[in-house]
């Protein structure tokens, strides 16, 4: 398998979604909801959006641990990608998060299934760091290629370089910061709008990136051991081509298959050429998410990836009340696998 692409993913079900105001002054994804539109209907239209991307990963033999939250307070709890993620050899990164009503998003229940189900050794938690105005937003602010080592980097007070030093010393990743604006000169808020790393595919905005140089180094680190570039126009970015992950599925016989995950919106704004080379190691999996697309993040937002070993199944997993069925057609245990489903 792929050290790219993780088999199990965490998704939130966040029953009380709206665009949150706190982060809109600072990203330029973010749009109101529609005129005249209740919070309720949003919040409905936005669950049922969350349960479809679960539903297509399940159906494309990914595991999926879903976590229901019910708190009003956490407008932006379905992206969970922005206060963890997770590496091989058993390690777990906590990060700082830069909107105040983010920062009770990060969930001991989450770190609880993980323990009970994968086998974790550390956790490092950078949390602390908030007080001093210091943030790093996980795999928003950084988009990692777990084969090369590399953790790539869109400065933005979202990501601040010293913590990405930090996390790529405990976590033995070589950093690789660079500057990204849109056409009007606005600072790219997250690095993982602009650009995707997947095994045999990378999609990126190398346009974004001002400095010629700095572009010249990121196209050649990507493309190092072979991986083939598809360059991403700010259009397609604004339309969020790049704001996808690759996971690892399997079919109904068994056999292992890598996905591309991203939103019907981003699908549809790639050209043929660019699907061609995607679709040349990987199966593109699209869902349609209007209204959490509203808040700025998109597929690859809703994703924390799990890239840790699993526990023996013979041991009993730790059920959590967090852990709940995507809807009462489907039902699932606290493994994420449907109740009637093969082992």
Not at 131 to 150: N, Y
Not at 155 to 183: I, K, Q, W
Not at 239 to 245: H, I, S, Y
Request: net charge negative.
């Amino acid at each position: 398998m792929s050290a790219q692409a993780p088999s199990a993913v965490i998704l939130v079900r966040a029953t009380k979604f709206l665009p949150n105001p706190a982060t809109a002054a600072d990203n330029a994804f973010q749009s109101d909801a529609p005129e005249g539109q209740s919070d309720d209907v949003l919040a409905a239209r936005a669950l049922a959006e969350m349960d479809a991307v679960a539903k297509a990963l399940r159906a494309a033999g990914v595991r999926v641990h879903v976590f229901d939250d019910e708190d009003h307070t956490r407008p932006d709890s379905v992206f969970p990608n922005n206060w963890i993620s997770t590496h091989a050899g058993g390690k777990v990164a906590v990060f700082p998060m830069y909107a105040s009503n983010r920062r009770h998003e990060r969930r001991a229940d989450v770190l609880e299934l993980l323990k009970s189900q994968y086998r974790v050794q550390v956790i490092v938690d950078y949390s602390g760091l908030e007080p001093d105005g210091i943030f790093l937003e996980g795999t928003g602010a950084m988009v990692l290629d777990h084969i090369s080592r590399v953790a790539y980097l869109a400065r933005s007070h979202r990501g601040d370089t010293h913590v990405l030093e930090h996390f790529c010393t405990d976590f033995n990743y070589e950093p690789m910061a660079f500057d990204a604006v849109d056409s009007d000169g606005v600072p790219v808020y997250h690095t993982n709008v602009m650009a995707c790393v997947g095994t045999d595919v990378a999609l990126i905005a190398l346009g974004m990136i001002p400095d010629e140089e700095r572009r010249r180094q990121v196209r050649e680190r990507l493309t190092v051991n072979g991986r083939q570039v598809v360059e991403l126009t700010e259009e397609q970015v604004r339309e969020f081509a790049g704001n996808a992950v690759e996971l690892c599925g399997r079919t109904p016989e068994g056999r292992r298959r890598y996905i591309m995950a991203m939103s019907a919106r981003a699908r549809r704004s790639l050209r043929p050429d660019q699907v061609a080379v995607i679709e040349e190691s990987c199966e593109i999996v699209a869902v349609d998410i209007p209204t959490i697309e509203l808040a700025g993040g998109s597929v690859r937002c809703m994703i924390a990836g799990v890239h840790l070993d699993r526990r023996p199944l013979d041991v009993e997993p730790d059920l959590t009340d967090a852990v709940l069925a995507i809807n009462e057609d489907n039902p699932v245990t606290a493994d994420g696998r449907l109740v009637d489903a093969d082992a």
